[in-house]
């Protein structure tokens, strides 16, 4: 990301704990049967280092680097990484002008990340400019107009179409996942394997862990901005988060999040 964009779920605690929870095995699968030790790699958008840590064992003794448009959660990342016993560089950079030379990688990994960007595509060349031939390029993202949910609740619809609402007026593509392989092309590459997978919340734990999270997460960067824009009122805000309560207390509560993936050759 750089600065001319806009993180729509900001950096809050509850953000941040919430991308603290995830695995390289439930965020990165489809990427790690082509690691190996001593390849090189960028973790750009690292957030709190989770996935970055993950990979870095997976790819140890290689050098590994984990990148973030602002400072705020690489404390965190930093942290976990000391914990592990791995050696990761956490830095402050732009996705659209990485600071590494080109072919400085074997490998350029990118969670969550092209569905906050203005210019998808732009980025997805500039990972591939560090990216040395050969090596792959790989990026999974949601699409939350896949979001599916049961029971139905008019209340989450709203919070699904508010959330794209403010993604879209902050100028990136909350529905990036159907989209990755066709950004793909644009960027120029030419060898791209596409694949999609799923995140699915139904036990009573993950329900509570998914309904609190989001339940407190509309109060945040999401809500501040939809309240700035006029976009929804506090009540409306208040009736989402009850939404998402509801739906963690229901024990029939499904959740499903599709994501898109690309694996793109240099």
Known sequence: MAGKDVYTHGHAEVVVASHAARTAASSAAYLLPLLRPGLDLLDVGCGPGSITVDLAEAVAPGR??????????LPAARANAA????????????????????????????????????????AL????????????????????GAFRWWPEDPRLDDWQNLYRAVARG??????????????AHEAGFTEVTPSASVWCYATPEERTTWGDMWAERIHSSVGRMALDRGLATQADLDAIAGAWQDWAAHPDGWLLIPHGEVLARA
């Not at 590994?64 to 959660?73: A, H, K, L, N, Q």
């Not at 956490?90 to 203005?118: C, E, G, K, N, T």
């Not at 500039?126 to 999974?140: D, F, L, S």
């Not at 902050?170 to 950004?183: H, K, M, S, T, V």
């Open 64 to 73: 590994v680097r984990g990148v973030e448009i602002t400072e705020d959660p």
């Open 83 to 122: 914990r592990r016993g791995v050696s990761v560089e956490f830095a402050v950079d732009d996705a659209y002008s990485l600071s590494d030379p080109d072919d400085s990688y074997d490998v350029v990994h990118a969670h969550q990340v092209l569905q906050h960007l203005s210019d998808p595509v732009a």
């Open 125 to 144: 060349r500039e990972m591939r400019r560090v990216t040395r031939p050969g090596g792959v390029v790989a990026a999974r993202d949601a699409d939350y």
């Open 170 to 183: 902050n100028g990136a593509e909350p529905d990036a996942g159907r989209r990755l392989l066709a950004w």
